[in-house]
Each structure stands twice: as C-alpha cells, then as structure tokens.
C-alpha cells in the first residue's frame, strides 16, 4: 500500500509517501521558519500564502524522490485539523484536487494522531499504550487501546509546552522557535533557581505551564529591577528541569495505572534532549513498559507521519468525500 501524505496545518509544507504504513519512501518538508522569525511567531496569512507557493514543488520532489507517480498511490492523506483554517483549506484543497484528477481515495487524518503515528515509522506499536504529546499546540496524555482510538485523559489547562518554551524563549531574547535554543542553553546550565512544579490537584492528569512561564519573567524582572544579571544557562535549565518532571511524573503515572505495554512520545517538544533523557531513565527502570520516541526530524511537523496515520485509516476503510473541510478545532476523540 502506497499513501501519498500532505501536512500543511501550521507553518511546514511537507509531502511523503509511505509504503505499508512503516516504510518511508520519500520525505519532503519546507520550513516557512524564516520568514516568521522577524513576527517572533507565525503569522497566518503569511503561512497560507507560502503554502500555496510551495506546495506544487514539495509534491514534485516528493514523486521524484521515490521514483513514482500519482498512479502508483492507493490514497491520498492529508491533515484535515486541527490548525490554522487557511493553512489547513491549501493541503485538504491540494489532496482533493489530486484525489479527484488520479481518482483515488481521500483520507483526512486529525494533526495530533499524526504526531502519534510517527512512532509507527520507527517501530511497531503494541496496545494499549500511552501517548504524551507536546507540542507547539498540544500536551496532552493520549490513551490508545487499539489503532484508530484516541482517548484524551489529561490535557493542559492553559499553555501548551512548545509554547511554554517559546515564551520563555522570548523573555530571553532568543529566537522563534525557541525550544530548540532552550533545550541548547539548557544543556550547558544547572538548576538553580527555585521554580515551581504545577501538579494540580492529586489525581489529575492535565497540565498547566502558564504559572511556570510567569514566574520565569518575574525571575528575569526581579533581577533587573535588583540590577543583578541572571544566567540565561541556569534559567533555561531549570524552566526546562519543572517541564521535563511534571510530564515525566505525570506520564509514569498514567501509563502505571492504565497498565500499558509501551508509552509513545509525540510532538515538536518530543524533540528536546532532556525530556527525551527523562522518560529513557524513568522507564528503563519499569521493564513491562517499552518506551518509543521519535527520531528528531519526525518529532517536529512533516507529512510521512499524517501518511502513516492515513494508512490505519484507510485499511479500517475510512474514507472522506470531496466536500472535506479544514477543521481547525478536530477534536482526536471524534475525528
Ligand atoms: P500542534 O502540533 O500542536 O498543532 P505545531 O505543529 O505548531 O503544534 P510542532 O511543530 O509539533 O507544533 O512543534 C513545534 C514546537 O516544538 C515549538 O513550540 C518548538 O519550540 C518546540 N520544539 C522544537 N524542538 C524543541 C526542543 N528541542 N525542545 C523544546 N521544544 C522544542
Ligand atoms: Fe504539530
Ligand atoms: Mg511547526
């Protein structure tokens, strides 16, 4: 089975395509990052508009790569939400097009199951499993017992964790996207500053970083009001130290009580060094629970992903019509 896949909810135009839903022939993503930096976040109209430029040429290099055509696909997948809306309509308008010229079957694929089915390219998935998700939108703790169903159990309450660290990044004077500038900082630093652990109530499985973020600006406030310089290396690593134990702990927990065989990681933060690190070490020590994370170029925004969720789909015979819409709220339960 081929699946042709198409991601174009944010700031990336990516193409792939996908053979057997584990196999990645072709692999093609174009970063609009550049032209944001100077917004320090991504401006929608902007990326709209560069998907539209760029997708005709990310879909040719992706046919040239793996040395195939249109002809040669079962279907074609692509991110029908959630995301921006007029990022979302070019991708799902783009899939409709070709599905309807080469006359194949169309397969709208929710962004986050995506993010989740990375994992799928690196090694099969065993159920039921736990999915921590974090990323520039999302941090949410995903139940699967089986391919296709998505059951959210915790989510964060405020701030998603990528946007978290892009806010504290900021405070830093660093630039978008700020989390890979953390994570590096956070490398070379040490914890020393006293920052807070947001549990919420006893229990709970969701998440919130805005009060983190706000004490990481009164930190850098206080000093300067006191004239004193802070150390951008010991800030960063302890803002990312409260991030990386609140998931961790919170991730432990959840895939104890849910008594899972593996825990996925999933999303653009899936990326960072220490959360990585983290979560090696916690379940390297629980030996009934495999952990799987993501290499880094498929953690971050890219279609071989939204094609490896489209080929569950469409071996579970969903299928979309050519009246598809972009759906920038997609709820994963329900999609
Ligand atoms: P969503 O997937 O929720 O719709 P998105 O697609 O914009 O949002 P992703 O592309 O999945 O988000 O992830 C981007 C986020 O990941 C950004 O917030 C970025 O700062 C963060 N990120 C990337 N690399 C790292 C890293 N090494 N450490 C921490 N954060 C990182
Ligand atoms: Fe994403
Ligand atoms: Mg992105």
Same mark, same amino acid.
């Given at each position: 089975i081929f699946i042709f896949g198409i991601e174009t909810s944010c700031d990336e135009t990516a193409a792939a395509i996908i053979k057997n839903g584990t196999d990645i022939i072709a692999n093609v993503v174009s970063s609009q990052i550049e032209s944001h930096k100077r917004f320090g976040g991504v401006v929608p109209e902007i990326a709209s508009r560069h998907h539209v430029e760029q997708i005709i040429a990310v879909f040719e290099e992706t046919l040239e790569q793996a040395g195939l055509t249109f002809q040669d696909m079962d279907a074609i997948a692509v991110t029908k939400g959630p995301g921006l809306v007029g990022a979302l309509l070019v991708g799902v308008n *783009?899939?409709?097009?070709?599905?309807?010229?080469?006359?194949?079957?169309?397969? !709208?694929?929710?962004?986050?199951? =995506?993010?989740?089915?990375?994992n799928r390219l690196v090694q099969e998935m065993s159920f039921p499993l736990m999915s921590l998700v974090v990323s520039g939108g999302h941090t949410e703790l995903v139940y699967m017992k089986e391919? %296709?169903?998505?059951?959210v159990i915790g989510e964060t309450r405020d701030d #998603?964790?990528?946007?978290?660290? @892009?806010?504290?990044?900021?405070t830093l004077s660093l630039p978008y996207p700020g989390g890979p500038h953390i994570d590096r900082l956070a490398a070379a630093g040490q914890d020393t500053y006293s920052l807070p652990r947001i549990r919420l109530e006893e229990g709970s499985y969701d998440f919130s970083f805005s009060g983190l973020k706000s004490a990481v600006i009164?930190?850098?406030? /206080? *000093?300067?009001?006191? %004239?004193?310089?802070?150390?951008?290396?010991?800030?960063?690593?302890?803002?990312?130290a409260s991030v990386v @134990?609140?998931?961790?702990?919170?991730?432990?927990r959840a895939a104890k009580?849910? =008594?899972?065989?593996?825990?996925?990681? #999933?999303?653009?933060?899936? #990326? /960072?060094?220490?959360?990585?690190?983290?979560?090696? /070490?916690?379940? !390297?020590?629980?030996?009934s629970?495999?952990?799987?994370?993501?290499?880094?170029?498929?953690?971050? @925004?890219?279609?071989?992903?939204?094609?490896? *969720? =489209?080929?569950?789909?469409?071996?579970? !015979?969903?299928?979309? =019509?050519? @009246?598809? /819409? !972009?759906?920038?709220g997609l709820d994963i339960e329900e999609f």
């Open positions: *783009a899939a409709k097009a070709i599905a309807f010229a080469h006359d194949l079957p169309l397969i !709208g694929v929710h962004h986050i199951a =995506g993010h989740i089915y990375a391919h %296709g169903s998505f059951e #998603a964790a990528g946007e978290a660290y @892009d806010k504290v990044a900021r009164n930190t850098v406030h /206080n *000093a300067e009001q006191r %004239g004193e310089k802070i150390i951008p290396e010991n800030l960063a690593a302890s803002f990312q @134990d609140v998931l961790t702990e919170k991730t432990v009580e849910y =008594g899972v065989k593996q825990v996925l990681l #999933a999303g653009g933060v899936a #990326a /960072n060094k220490g959360l990585r690190a983290s979560l090696e /070490n916690a379940f !390297g020590k629980i030996e629970i495999d952990i799987m994370i993501p290499p880094i170029s498929l953690c971050t @925004d890219n279609a071989a992903m939204i094609a490896a *969720a =489209g080929t569950i789909l469409y071996e579970q !015979g969903k299928r979309d =019509g050519l @009246d598809m /819409n !972009g759906h920038p």
